[in-house]
Nanobody, 112 residues
Framework: EVQLVESGGGLVHPGGSLRLSCAAS????????MNWVRQAPGKALEWVSS????????AYADSVKGRFLIPRDNAKNMLYLQMNALKHEDTAVYYC?????RGQGTQVTVSS
């Protein structure tokens, strides 16, 4: 059974940083491209970032480019989202995703 468990969310001031983690199990993580998506209150699900199986290629939504990074650790079956220079509009529930399957999400709130 595919399991994705996100953690690391919380309340942060604008300009602050957070590092989200996603623990993956139940599938061959080393062979799986992975994504982060988010859903803000009252809005549709939004793609945030993607990474290839070996981490050599990444992609970011324009809204987070230059502020977010999506490293992965294949030895630990872990995906991360390093979020810097956070803005109010980054407030959302963040999910890691593999082939349309998401975890339960972790809440990120950016507020002064």
């Amino acid at each position: 059974e595919v399991q994705l468990v996100e953690s690391g969310g919380g309340l942060v001031h604008p300009g602050g940083s957070l590092r989200l983690s996603c623990a993956a199990s139940g599938f061959n993580f080393n062979w799986s491209p992975m994504n982060w998506v988010r859903q803000a209150p009252g809005k549709a699900l939004e793609w945030v970032s993607s990474i290839t199986v070996n981490g050599t290629s990444t992609a970011y939504a324009d809204s987070v480019k230059g502020r977010f990074l999506i490293p992965r650790d294949n030895a630990k079956n872990m995906l991360y989202l390093q979020m810097n220079a956070l803005k109010h509009e980054d407030t959302a529930v963040y999910y890691c995703e593999r082939s349309g399957i998401r975890g339960q999400g972790t809440q990120v709130t950016v507020s002064s």
